[in-house]
C-alpha cells in the first residue's frame, strides 16, 4: 500500500508539473502583450502632448475657385503630411500640400510652415487642419 501511494503521489505531482509547464507560457505571452499595448499606449499620449499646429491663415481665391490654407508646426513631433487632412466645411478636401515651398517632402518638421492648396468651387466659411492623433486647428476663410 505504501508504493502505490507514493506513485499515485509522484503521479499528480508529475501531471501538475506539467500543466503548470503548459501554463505559463500563455500567461506570460498575455502579460508580455499587455505590456507592450500599454508602452504603445503611453507613447501615442506622448506624442500627442508634443503636437500642435496653428493655422496661420485661410483665404479662398473667388475668381480661381481656390482655398489656400498656412499653417505653421508649433510642437515638437515632426509630421507625415500624407496623414494631414484638410476639412472645410465638414467636407473633406483632397489637398496639394508643400512645406517651405518643397513639394517633394513628406515630412513637416517643428517650426516649418505648410501650405495646403485645393480647388473647390464652393466657397467655405471655415477650414480646418487634422494632423496625426486628432490635434487640429482650424480659423475663418478669408474670401479675396
Known amino acids: 500500500m505504501g508504493l502505490s501511494v507514493s506513485a499515485a503521489t509522484a503521479v499528480v505531482f508529475l501531471g501538475l508539473f506539467v500543466a503548470a509547464g503548459a501554463f505559463y507560457p500563455a500567461v506570460a505571452n498575455g502579460a508580455e502583450l499587455v505590456t507592450d499595448a500599454q508602452h504603445d499606449a503611453n507613447d ?4 500627442q502632448q508634443n503636437t500642435d499646429i496653428t493655422v496661420t491663415n485661410a483665404t479662398y481665391d473667388a ?3 481656390t482655398l489656400v490654407v498656412n499653417a505653421t508646426n508649433e510642437g515638437s513631433t515632426a509630421l507625415d503630411l500624407a496623414s494631414v487632412d484638410l476639412i472645410a466645411d465638414n467636407t473633406y478636401l483632397e489637398a496639394n ?4 515651398g518643397d513639394g517633394d517632402t513628406d515630412v513637416w518638421l517643428p517650426g516649418e510652415r505648410a501650405r495646403f492648396e485645393v480647388d473647390t468651387a464652393e466657397e467655405p466659411d471655415r477650414a480646418t487642419v487634422v494632423v ?3 490635434v487640429r486647428d482650424g480659423a475663418a476663410v478669408e474670401v479675396i
Open 44 to 47: 501615442r499620449a506622448l506624442d
Open 97 to 100: 500640400a508643400t512645406v517651405e
Open 63 to 65: 475668381d480661381n475657385d
Open 132 to 134: 496625426d492623433h486628432g
